[in-house]
């Protein structure tokens, strides 16, 4: 597994995103809801790779639900960086490619995608498909 790291830009907040994939190989998608048209975000994902994520301090961790409320977008409050949405009870994530490290290694250029039309179960469905084991830590 390759692991890429990075996380917010105070520190609060870090990532770790392991994939079996080459950065080059993997799909980077801007999706174009006006939450993450606002944030600029690109997210990745790897099904078969796994997203850890370590909060120092919970207290400054933000989460943010809207539209379908499906998941949770998690933002630090210090900072502001939007890091990464998890869905779902066996809990499923996307991480955002700005907050990390060596970004620039995925090459792909961002696909743009429009979920709007997706019913909850729609939603839930494709993110179990797409979207990659997460585990969170506090402290």
Known sequence: ???HSGGCHCGNVRLTFETGLDPSQIDVRACQCSFCVK???RAVADP???LT???KDKSRLRTYRFGLRTA???ICRDCGVYVAAIAGDDP???VILNTLDDQKSFSREP???DFDAESGEQRQARRR???MPVEMSFG
């Open 1 to 3: 597994m390759n692991a």
């Open 39 to 41: 944030h600029g975000s």
């Open 48 to 50: 078969n790779g796994r």
């Open 53 to 55: 994520i370590s909060v």
């Open 72 to 74: 949770d977008y998690l």
């Open 92 to 94: 499923r994530a996307i």
């Open 111 to 113: 696909t743009p995608v």
């Open 129 to 131: 498909a797409r979207w």
